[in-house]
Structures are given as C-alpha cells and as structure tokens.
C-alpha cells in the first residue's frame, strides 16, 4: 500500500512539468501524422492539500479520502516554446563553473544564497563584481565575508589560468635573473604577500611582478652540477613548477 | 496464501488501475483532431480551442528519496457515498498546434 507521503512543491512541479512534457511529446509524434493536433496552451490544478511547516521547508499532503478541512492549493502553468525556455532559463554549469553545493560553505551561507538565486561561483560573482549587489544588505550580514571574497578568487583564478611562455636567463649588473613571460601571471596586484618563489627549497628574491612577467633572481652557477627544481606560487591558488637547467 | 492478503493485493491493484500516470491523462483529453466533414457541402470544420474544467482524482506518491509521481483519472465515483474521493480541479485550455 502506497503512503501518503509529504511532498515538497518544487519536487511536485518537477513531475507536473515532466508529465505535461511526456504528454506533449505525444502529441508532437501525433502531429507528424495527422494534419490537426492540439497543444496545451495553459492548464490550472486546483489542489485539496494540507500544507505543514517544520520550521525550516514547506511541504504538502495530499488531502485522501474522507479528510476534511484541506487547503486549496492552485497551480496556473503556461506553456513556453524552445526559444522563450533558452531566454528565460538559467544557463547549466558550464565545465569552468562550480555549484555552491561544492564548496565547503556553511550550510546557513548556503541556503542564503540560494534564497539569492545563487547557485555557482559565476552567479556570485556576477552579483557582487558585475552588478554591484552589497549581498550584506539583503543577507542580514549573515555571510562571512572573508570566506565569499576567497570563493570570487579562487573563481577568477580558474577563469584565468597562469601560461608561462618563455623563461630566459640574462645578466643585469653582474646578477643573472631568469625572466618568465606569459599571461595571467599576477592576477591579484592588491596582494603584497605573493609571488613567492623557492628553488630546491631556498626562498628566491622577486625583482618585479606583473601580470605577464616575472623576474626572479637566480644564481645561475649554482644549475651548473644539477637541475634545479622551481616552484612559484603567484597566489593562493596557483602554484608554478618548473625544473632548470643550464 | 491467506485471504487477507489477497484482498490487500487486490485493492492495491485496483487502486493503480484506476489511476494512469498524468502524461495519459492529459493526452487523452486532447485528442479531437477529427475534422467534421459534411459530405454533401464538401466544407469542413475544426475546432479551434477547447476549455476543459473538470474534477480530478489525483494520486501524488512521494518516494522515500522525495521524488514525486502523478497519477490521475476523472471522478472514478459519481454517488455519494460515506467515503468519497477527494475530487481536485484540472482547467486546460487546448489551442491547435500550427508550428508542428
């Protein structure tokens, strides 16, 4: 015997939606052999329900026979075509986004943002950097700020991964200085703490730091016996590794 | 097997028989591609948009994992009894389908 189980709204949704869709794909089949087919253009349901709350989430109870006193719960869905579901829906993750599920957030944090409709890193950060939102007036200040401004970073870094070019060694006043050229090397200028750099272990001075190069200085002589192995972290999330030789 | 049994199974049986999934339902009340043809005249007609208001019978399983599935059927039970079905409410407005 099946039980009448509470259900939350969106889980319902999900399955009227997908049995109109299944019924539509009937009918898109019938009209590839009949000249006149029919299409819902929009329908309502008018639900006998018991809605409970349990402190946190909504959910629903279907009325069952002989109940009385149930709520009248009505839903009103309109029909879209292709075109108008790609304006109006969100786009999926795309393979350089993550969801917010994915990163160790509070759970308070979580469920704020997607009260938000923030659903991913890029969500985020097209709220706060592209649109300006101050998320502490709309959250209560709820969100720990450090934690959400690490997030936008880590987010930028994946969006823009270090390409080292071309390294060269070359002398400037008697000092040889290996220079790396490339592309979204410093992507955070704001933060004095990095580049840090050490070769086999031993800190390496940084002569200049910019977004597309590096100059480190190197004692070349000291390659001569053996490659050395260098390591440069231009920020908290990305780390350059390169073995030298001479 | 023991009585009881059988009758529970068979009432479970019942029970899904009366109720096809939503999708059925919804295709069944939109089939009326029939054109209405008189011979005589040689003119057809067809029908444009259909208002369907009707009570429903609905069966809303939830799993244990929370995913929900609809079953549905007209009023399976016209005379008042003690017990009756608790009837829903289904409006669809039909409209024919010209980009097919």
Same mark, same amino acid.
């Given at each position: 015997m099946t039980t009448n189980r509470p259900w939350h709204l969106n889980t319902f949704l999900d399955a009227l939606i997908y049995e109109l869709d299944r019924a539509q794909d009937t009918l898109s089949v019938k009209g590839a052999n009949r000249k006149l087919t029919y299409m819902v253009k929009d329908m309502s349901l008018d639900l006998q329900l018991f809605p409970e709350f349990d402190g946190e989430n909504v959910?629903?109870?279907?009325?069952?026979p002989g109940e009385t006193g149930a709520s009248k719960i009505t839903f009103q869905l309109g029909s879209i075509r292709d075109h108008q579901i790609q304006e109006i829906a969100k786009d999926p993750l795309s393979h350089?986004?993550?969801?917010?599920?994915?990163?160790?957030?509070?759970?308070?944090a979580n469920k704020t943002l997607k009260k938000l409709g923030i659903y991913s890193t890029k969500d985020l950060q097209r709220t706060i950097e592209e649109? !300006?939102?101050?998320?502490?007036?709309?959250? !209560?200040?709820?969100?720990?700020?450090?934690?959400?401004?690490?997030i936008l970073d880590r987010e930028r870094r994946r969006q823009n991964s270090p390409v080292v070019s071309h390294a060269r060694f070359f002398r400037q006043n008697g000092r040889s200085i290996l220079r790396l050229e490339g592309q979204n090397l410093m992507i955070y200028p704001e933060n004095r703490e990095f580049p840090?750099?050490?070769?086999? !272990?031993?800190?390496?001075?940084?002569?200049?730091?910019?977004?597309t190069q590096l100059q480190l200085l190197?004692?070349?002589?000291?390659?001569?016996t053996q490659p050395g192995k260098l390591e440069v972290a231009l920020d908290r999330y990305a780390i350059i590794t390169l073995t030298l030789k001479t | 097997m023991n009585t009881n049994d059988s009758k529970t199974n068979n009432s479970n049986i019942n029970l899904h028989a009366l109720h096809s999934p939503f999708a059925e339902v919804v295709e069944q009340l939109t089939g009326w591609e029939d054109?209405?043809?008189?011979?005589?005249?040689?003119?057809?007609?067809?029908?444009?948009?259909?208002?369907?208001?009707?009570?429903?019978?609905?069966?809303?399983?939830?799993d244990e994992s929370g995913e929900v599935s609809i079953g549905g059927s007209a009023p399976t039970q016209t005379i008042e009894t003690t017990v009756m079905p608790v009837f829903h409410r289904l409006k669809l407005h039909l409209t024919i389908d010209r980009d097919h």
């Amino acid at each position: 015997m099946t039980t009448n189980r509470p259900w939350h709204l969106n889980t319902f949704l999900d399955a009227l939606i997908y049995e109109l869709d299944r019924a539509q794909d009937t009918l898109s089949v019938k009209g590839a052999n009949r000249k006149l087919t029919y299409m819902v253009k929009d329908m309502s349901l008018d639900l006998q329900l018991f809605p409970e709350f349990d402190g946190e989430n909504v959910h629903f109870t279907t009325a069952k026979p002989g109940e009385t006193g149930a709520s009248k719960i009505t839903f009103q869905l309109g029909s879209i075509r292709d075109h108008q579901i790609q304006e109006i829906a969100k786009d999926p993750l795309s393979h350089d986004d993550i969801s917010i599920d994915e990163i160790d957030l509070p759970k308070e944090a979580n469920k704020t943002l997607k009260k938000l409709g923030i659903y991913s890193t890029k969500d985020l950060q097209r709220t706060i950097e592209e649109k !300006g939102i101050d998320l502490d007036a709309h959250t !209560g200040e709820t969100l720990d700020r450090e934690h959400l401004s690490h997030i936008l970073d880590r987010e930028r870094r994946r969006q823009n991964s270090p390409v080292v070019s071309h390294a060269r060694f070359f002398r400037q006043n008697g000092r040889s200085i290996l220079r790396l050229e490339g592309q979204n090397l410093m992507i955070y200028p704001e933060n004095r703490e990095f580049p840090v750099a050490v070769l086999d !272990g031993v800190k390496v001075p940084i002569q200049t730091a910019s977004e597309t190069q590096l100059q480190l200085l190197i004692d070349r002589d000291r390659l001569k016996t053996q490659p050395g192995k260098l390591e440069v972290a231009l920020d908290r999330y990305a780390i350059i590794t390169l073995t030298l030789k001479t | 097997m023991n009585t009881n049994d059988s009758k529970t199974n068979n009432s479970n049986i019942n029970l899904h028989a009366l109720h096809s999934p939503f999708a059925e339902v919804v295709e069944q009340l939109t089939g009326w591609e029939d054109l209405l043809e008189d011979p005589d005249s040689n003119s057809t007609m067809h029908v444009e948009s259909i208002d369907i208001k009707m009570p429903l019978e609905l069966q809303v399983n939830a799993d244990e994992s929370g995913e929900v599935s609809i079953g549905g059927s007209a009023p399976t039970q016209t005379i008042e009894t003690t017990v009756m079905p608790v009837f829903h409410r289904l409006k669809l407005h039909l409209t024919i389908d010209r980009d097919h």
